[in-house]
């Protein structure tokens, strides 16, 4: 079975958010695989284990985002790729969606397996935006897969409870931290990633344009600054100080 795990790299979760010239800055945090996608990468070794299948890390970004992409393959998976284009540099859900789609089609996949929602953006929607781009049923918020021929059972993990749904295959399925906790990666995966060579696939590569921005991006602003004035009330005696406190707040017309 093929198995394609997406992945987003995002910067570290202690980096402090600012706004500088009207735009969201993280400033020089250092930037990572998204922590809810170490999950899918974990629950599509589990499917490659069961299966013997294959799994194929896939992230859209810039060439940085081949680190994110071998701490996938330290953790297990057999190849990666990475879609990185400078008409890509400011994308929205749908953007990606339709950007992902394209390489998955391209690649081939019987499973794609999302993280429940991106660190920097918490849309927690691509999945099934992709979904729909692929024609896949749609499997959120899973808690654990198991593959029978060509169907797939997942339970997924609700507020309200637990629910089981199954699909045929192929399918699109974002998972939540009850997959399992994500393997650290071993001393050797972690060298044989560093040797691997990761292929960039452009636009030009997936057959497709540059997807039309929808979303229209606000200036962010600071709050204007507020003025406080303390005053501190004086007296000899608790007496005193109460009795001036109780004609300041008439005189407010606090009361």
């Known amino acids: 079975m093929k198995i394609i795990a997406c992945i987003k790299q995002v910067p570290d979760s202690e980096a ?7 735009q ?12 809810f996608d170490e999950y899918a990468v974990e629950g599509a070794l589990q499917q490659k284990e069961a299966t013997n299948g294959t799994v194929t890390a896939l992230c859209i970004g810039p060439e940085t985002a081949k680190e994110a992409l071998k701490h996938a393959l330290a953790m297990g998976a057999d190849e990666a790729i990475l879609v990185s284009d ?4 400011e994308l929205d859900t749908v953007g990606a969606a339709k950007v992902l789609a394209a390489a998955i089609q391209k690649i081939g ?13 918490g849309a927690g929607i691509t999945p ?8 896949y049923p749609m499997l959120g918020l899973a808690g654990s897969i198991k593959v029978n021929e060509r169907s797939v059972t997942v339970e997924r993990v609700l507020e309200e409870g637990k629910q089981i749904v199954k699909a045929n295959l192929p399918a699109v399925i974002s998972v939540v931290q009850s997959i399992g906790e994500p393997r650290y990666p071993s001393f050797m995966g972690i060298r044989k990633a560093s040797k691997a060579e990761i292929p960039v696939w452009s636009l030009s590569d997936l057959g497709i344009s540059a997807p ?16 406080t004035v303390v005053e ?14 109780a004609d300041k707040i008439i005189a407010e017309k606090v009361l």
């Open 86 to 89: 400078s008409a890509l540099n």
């Open 128 to 135: 099934a935006q992709t979904a729909r781009l692929l024609g």
């Open 212 to 227: 039309t921005q929808i979303v229209t991006r606000t200036e962010l602003m600071t709050p204007p600054a507020r003025e």
């Open 16 to 22: 402090k958010v600012k706004a500088e010239g009207g």
């Open 109 to 121: 996949a019987d499973m794609v397996v999302f993280g429940r929602q991106t660190l920097d953006n």
């Open 232 to 245: 501190m009330i004086t007296g000899e005696s608790p007496a005193e100080i109460a009795e001036k406190l």
């Open 24 to 35: 969201i800055s993280w400033g020089d945090a250092p930037l990572v695989i998204n922590p």
